[in-house]
Every structure is written in C-alpha cells, then in structure tokens.
C-alpha cells in the first residue's frame, strides 16, 4: 500500500512542473459552513491530473522510455499525460472515448500526444488500451489504478494541511478513486481526525455502490456531463484505499452539479467542470455533516467544454429560482397579455420570452395557452408571481424549466 514517504517523494519530484494552486476561502457557498476551493482547476493543463501522471511518467527506465506509453483517458488524464511525455521526450498514444469533449481530445493533440478515439465509454477505451499496450510493449499509464500516480495526486493533501492546518473536512471527486484514495491517504497519515469525503454524480456511482456493498461492482452504463468521474469501475487499490482512509461517499445529482458550476462562476469567478464541482455541490446541497466546520472543496478540473456551458448556466438558473417559463390558459381576447405582464413586472421579474398556442386539441375554441418565460431572483418570487395571477383570476397550467 502506498506510504507518506512516497507522497513526499512525489512532492519533490513535482516540484519544477506543478502549480502549488491556491486555498480560496468562498464566503457565500454555504450558510453553515466554512467553505475552502483548492483549485486544481487553475492548475497546468486545468487539472490535478497532471501530478501523477507526471510522477509516473518521470520513474520509467531508459528503456521504457524508449518503448514509448499509453494511456486512457476522458481528458484530463489524456492532458497531463501528453504533457509530461512531451517534455521529457517520450512518445505518447492516449486512448479517449468517442464521446470526449472535442476540447479535450484537441487540447491532447496538441500537448504532442497521438490521439486514438474509441466508441463507447472510458472503460471501452480503457480496455483498447490494454490491448494496443500488449501489442506494442509500451508502458501503460493508468489514470488511477497506480501506487506512483495516487502518490502524485496525494501531494494536494499535503498542500492542503500546509495552507489549513486546523481543516475539519475535505470533499474530494470521485470517479475511479486515484485522487481521493492519496488525498486521504496523506491527510489520514498526518491528522487521522480530518474527515474525509468523496463526491460522485449519482448517474455514475461505481465507488459509492461499491463501497456499500462492500465489494468492486461495475455499472451497467454511466450518464453524466461529469464526464471526467464517468467510469463504470473503480480500480482495486483506490477500492481497497478508499476503504481504509474516507469515511463517506456520497452522490450528488445533474442538477446540483450544475447549480455548483453557476455558483462557482458568479460567486468565486471561477470555471470548473462537472466532475470538478461535484464537491461544491455536496457542500451546497448539505449532503455531508460539515455544518459548523471548516471544509475544503477540492476543484478537481476546470475544462469544461463550452459547447455545453450554457446549458449548464441554464440548468444552474432554474435549479436556483433564477429562471422558469409558467403555462398560462387565457381567454382569447385583447388584454390578456398586458394584465399578465403588468403583474409580472410589478412584482420585479423580467420577461424574456412570450408564446402563445391556440391549436392545443384540449383547450376551449376561445382560449388560449399563454408560455411566458422570465428572468427571476429565487422560487420565493416565483411564487410570489403565481399567487399574484392566480388572485387576478389567471389560471396557471405548469411551470417548466426555460429552454434556451
């Protein structure tokens, strides 16, 4: 099992090529706790991965150098990967899955990487991986299952007690477990009573099912934008080490990742990725007994593929009030819409979106469906609105989630 002193050891051997990333204390995140962002998504390539790729790459021998690696990656691992290959002169091949965002697969591309795209999930290109690395005899980097690549990701705990020694908590992503099973390590090894906790979407739970059921169990499918936690099963050892260092692991839904992205823009300025708020969203939606304590959130990665940001922000709107379209029967004659409106904007909300339908097979032939979408502060105005209709004798049909 990994030791402290090889955690150290990687410390030292990352020194000249990681970023000591900042502890920012993020005052507005929680109303009961004390809320830290280690921001690894500020780190180089946009992620913690980078430290123990880097750590494995730079113990390979002449020899398996010379033989070139593999990897297998949804992006971040595929980054640090090509990075540290690159500047040490190695020849890399990473192995991404079809669905990775075309950010990341071009980010790799550039670093210097040769990029293979396999359909499926993480796990099929994992499994091509390991078939071209016994076809070619290179040497097969994984992104978690490794004693030196935990023992890289393991020097954020270390970074983490230096900068917050009196820490009460840390909330760690957890996709196949390499980050959090050194974290813990190192922060269990130097203060066994910090509390450690692991994060992961609920639509790819792979640790958290396994972990209750006390054996390694492989997901059907995975199905989340956090494409970067997205893997169907944990490795042996990050099992086996999340075991005996985290005392919990939790889930956190769509919803709440995206809710965490939008606060992290707005409140902190920061950009993260789905997998790397998870942790944030755990804090923000209290599902960890950190009320009262100082808790870090580890930021895990900030690339987050643009293409989908917007639909994030919208999704992180609506869950946090700030964004709904009502459904409203109307008669079909002049006024209506002025009286709606006139409502709507006296009680503060903007209107950004008007439709009407008349050709609903179940409404009256002299009515109408009136959908309004607005801009609003939170759910208490929202309701404010419908009460507000629902005395003018309005009568609302639903409220949905503003499209965009």
């Known amino acids: ?37 280690k ?19 730079a113990s390979l021998t002449p020899e ?25 002169g190695i020849k890399s091949v990473v192995c991404m899955p079809d669905g990775a965002p075309i950010s990341k697969v071009e980010a790799t591309k550039r670093l210097g990487a040769e990029v293979r795209l396999v359909k499926g999930a993480y796990d099929d290109a994992y499994e091509y991986a390991c078939q071209l690395q016994k076809e070619t005899g290179a040497t097969f980097i994984h992104p978690f299952d490794d004693e030196l690549v935990i ?3 393991g020097t954020i705990g270390l970074e983490i007690l230096g900068q917050l020694p009196d820490v009460d ?16 390590c190192a922060i269990k090894s130097l ?33 989340t934008f956090a494409d970067g936690i997205a893997v169907k099963t944990p490795g ?23 809710a965490a992205i939008l606060a992290l823009i707005e409140q902190q300025k920061l950009i993260a990725e789905g ?76 209107v950004v979106s008007v439709h009407h339908e008349r050709s609903d097979a179940n409404m009256a032939i002299s009515s109408c469906f009136l959908k309004i979408g607005m801009e609003t502060r939170d759910f208490a105005q929202i309701q404010t609105i419908k009460d507000e209709l629902t005395r003018a004798g309005f009568k609302i049909m639903a409220d949905r989630i503003q499209e965009t």
């Open 1 to 37: 099992m990994l030791t402290l002193d090889k955690i150290y050891q990687a410390a030292f051997t990352l020194k000249s090529i990681a970023r000591k990333t900042d502890l920012l204390y993020a005052q507005n995140l929680s109303h009961t706790a004390q809320i830290y962002l």
């Open 39 to 57: 921001t690894e998504n500020l780190q180089v390539t946009g992620s913690f991965k980078l430290r123990g790729a880097y750590n494995k790459i």
């Open 64 to 88: 398996q150098r010379e033989a070139g690696i593999i990897a297998c990656s949804a992006g971040n691992h595929a980054r640090g990967v090509a990075l540290a290959a690159t500047r040490m």
């Open 151 to 153: 023992a890289g990701q």
């Open 169 to 184: 908590a840390v909330i760690v992503p957890v996709g196949g477990g390499g980050l959090i099973s050194g974290v813990a």
């Open 191 to 223: 203060n066994p009573k910090v509390k450690v906790y692991g994060v992961q979407a609920a639509n790819a739970p792979s640790m958290a099912e396994s972990q209750a059921q006390g054996k390694i169990i492989t997901l059907d499918t995975v199905a």
């Open 236 to 258: 042996e050892t990050t099992f086996a080490m999340t075991r005996e260092y985290v005392d919990d692991v939790v889930t956190v839904s769509e919803d709440e990742i995206a």
């Open 275 to 350: 997998a790397g708020a998870v942790s944030v969203a755990a804090a923000m939606f209290d599902k960890l007994p950190i009320q009262g304590q100082k808790a870090v959130c580890l930021v895990s990665g900030g690339n987050i593929d643009v293409n989908i940001l917007s639909r994030v922000i919208t999704r992180g709107l609506v869950m946090g009030g700030r964004n709904s379209v009502l459904q409203i029967a109307l008669e079909d004659k002049p006024g209506q819409l002025v009286g709606v409106s006139e409502i709507v904007s006296r009680c503060g909300a903007n």
